[in-house]
């Protein structure tokens, strides 16, 4: 019952109130992004949605309006280069991926689930449906992004997300929402540079 049909419900309602709490801040967001750069406020990519659909998501604009379009920042030689200034800022809090707020209001995202994949991060997508995190709606946040983000390997981020997926309840949902604010707070495994970065910094895995 909570799966099939609380869940959505309590996303609807969420991202509804979330909206008009967050409608001014995100006003004062889109300033500072104009300001800063050239280029449209909103960064929109097709995703792998639930079932494996397509969908656009949206993000506030992080990175110079030239950045190759469709490539994995981790992917990028020296990503840094692309970021903006107030890029920066709205990764290491996470804050350029408010606009997804609509995206779940739309029913194409849920707050908590697997986070959507590149239409072309075909690895990533098989490993997942091995472990049938296809099959639900991808998420804002999940139990990858409280367990390691960017640290993490394509393998170990398709397997928690089948374990989020296994143990889907009200309980798992509470359990990631709030474990992403500490997350957040510490910056917890973000490493701009994304998959694996990490055992990169540290010598254990080549570059690709």
Same mark, same amino acid.
């Given at each position: 019952?909570?799966?099939?049909?609380?869940?959505?419900?309590?996303?609807?309602?969420?991202?509804l109130f979330g909206i008009i709490l967050l409608a001014v801040p995100m006003?004062?967001?889109?300033?500072?992004?104009?300001?800063? %750069?050239?280029?449209?406020?909103?960064?929109?990519?097709?995703?792998?949605?639930?079932?494996?659909?397509?969908?656009?998501?949206?993000?506030?604009?992080?990175?110079?309006?030239?950045?190759?379009?469709?490539?994995?920042?981790?992917?990028?030689?020296?990503?840094?280069?692309?970021?903006?200034?107030?890029?920066?800022?709205?990764?290491?809090?996470?804050?350029?991926?408010?606009?997804?707020?609509?995206?779940?209001?739309?029913?194409?995202?849920?707050i908590v689930g697997p986070r959507p994949a590149l239409w072309n991060q075909?690895?990533?997508?098989?490993?997942?449906?091995?472990?049938?995190?296809?099959?639900?709606?991808?998420?804002?946040?999940?139990?990858a992004q409280i367990s390691g983000r960017d640290e993490l390997e394509l393998?170990?981020?398709?397997?928690?997300?089948?374990?989020?997926?296994?143990?889907? %309840?009200?309980?798992?949902?509470?359990?990631?929402?709030?474990?992403?604010?500490?997350?957040?707070?510490?910056?917890?495994?973000?490493?701009?540079?994304?998959?694996?970065?990490?055992?990169?910094?540290?010598?254990?895995?080549?570059?690709?």
């Amino acid at each position: 019952m909570y799966k099939n049909f609380f869940k959505r419900l309590i996303d609807f309602v969420l991202a509804l109130f979330g909206i008009i709490l967050l409608a001014v801040p995100m006003l004062i967001l889109v300033i500072c992004i104009k300001v800063d %750069s050239k280029g449209p406020v909103l960064f929109k990519q097709k995703r792998v949605g639930k079932n494996k659909t397509h969908f656009n998501i949206l993000k506030f604009r992080t990175m110079y309006a030239d950045t190759p379009k469709d490539v994995p920042t981790h992917l990028l030689v020296d990503p840094d280069k692309y970021i903006t200034r107030v890029g920066k800022f709205l990764r290491k809090t996470s804050l350029d991926e408010l606009p997804q707020i609509f995206n779940i209001l739309l029913g194409s995202m849920s707050i908590v689930g697997p986070r959507p994949a590149l239409w072309n991060q075909f690895d990533l997508i098989a490993l997942r449906d091995q472990n049938s995190a296809n099959d639900v709606r991808p998420g804002l946040t999940g139990l990858a992004q409280i367990s390691g983000r960017d640290e993490l390997e394509l393998e170990e981020k398709a397997r928690l997300d089948g374990e989020y997926v296994s143990k889907l %309840s009200f309980a798992m949902d509470l359990k990631c929402f709030f474990g992403t604010f500490t997350s957040v707070l510490f910056k917890k495994g973000v490493v701009e540079g994304g998959t694996g970065a990490m055992k990169k910094e540290n010598g254990e895995n080549k570059a690709e």
